[in-house]
């Protein structure tokens, strides 16, 4: 089971800082990221952190601007989001398995996915 929380309301500029705790099954074995889908739009691999930690993917879109880590001790991935724009306004979702690679779970999808928080992003 994967929870997501840290979503909210913030200004264009502010930062939030999301949160994904996993339990029932060994975080360590695979990749985690986080995706995200707007309003009328498609899904779309945000962040991803490879198993161990050693890699990680940031879509274009993202680059510079957030931050992904993980804490296998404490089974939760985090993804550090500063400079908001409107357009990262959306629903966030943390996702994981059966992939080690960061690339592969952001660009092909994971197998076990949170619940979703709400970013908004206001101009």
């Known amino acids: 089971q994967l929870q997501a929380s840290g979503g909210g309301l913030v200004q264009s500029g502010g930062s939030l800082r999301l949160s994904c705790a996993a339990s029932g099954f060994t975080l360590g074995y695979y990749a985690i990221g986080w995706f995200r889908q707007a309003p009328g739009k498609g899904r779309e691999g945000v962040s991803c952190v490879s198993r161990g930690g050693g890699g990680t993917y940031y879509a274009d879109s993202v680059k510079g601007r957030f931050t992904i880590s993980r804490d296998d001790v404490k089974k939760t991935v985090y993804l550090q989001m500063s400079s908001l724009k409107p357009e990262d306004t959306a629903v966030y979702y943390c996702?994981?398995?059966?992939?080690?690679?960061?690339?592969?779970?952001?660009?092909?999808?994971?197998?076990?996915w949170g619940q979703g928080t709400l970013v908004t992003v206001s101009s």
């Open positions: 996702a994981t398995g059966p992939f080690a690679s960061d690339v592969n779970l952001c660009v092909r999808g994971g197998k076990y």
